[in-house]
């Protein structure tokens, strides 16, 4: 469990530092990120920085989505081939319920990336 919550955290932390550095331009730095340059002056926004932030929390959601979707279809098969043994029952019971869970927590994950954006971003 230690090393998976540690490679984890070397995932997300992988990811967010390049998201935290292009945050912190200055208006006299040149950038350029996959042949795309921000000319002198301008600088990459707080915006910016919640438009990659949603753009990873899509991907993560539909990551857990797709993990859901398969946990479903394992706790199904473990229905069909119980038999009426009580272990392999609860065994499904137990895989549908965490599938629900991890749904339910990828739904509040997007609502609170949604609320902290309409909160934080100017309105036009």
């Known amino acids: 469990m230690?090393?998976?919550?540690?490679?984890?955290s070397s995932a997300i932390a992988a990811t967010a530092l390049p998201l935290v550095a292009y945050a912190q331009l200055r208006g006299d730095t040149v950038f350029d990120r996959g042949g795309?340059?921000?000319p002198k002056g301008t600088s990459a926004s707080f915006s910016t920085f919640i438009a990659y932030a949603e753009k990873v929390a899509n991907w993560l959601f539909t990551a857990l989505l797709i993990v859901?979707?398969?946990m479903?279809?394992?706790?199904?098969f473990r229905y069909l081939f119980a038999g009426g043994d009580e272990t392999?029952?609860?065994k499904?019971?137990?895989g549908l319920?965490?599938?629900a869970v991890a749904i339910a927590v990828g739904l509040l994950a997007q609502?609170?990336?949604f609320i902290v954006a309409s909160i934080v971003q100017p309105t036009p």
């Open 2 to 8: 230690k090393k998976f919550i540690a490679s984890a």
């Open 36 to 38: 795309q340059t921000l």
């Open 68 to 70: 859901a979707v398969i």
């Open 72 to 76: 479903i279809i394992i706790a199904a």
């Open 88 to 90: 392999k029952i609860k």
């Open 92 to 94: 499904a019971n137990q």
């Open 97 to 99: 319920l965490y599938a």
């Open 111 to 113: 609502a609170i990336v």
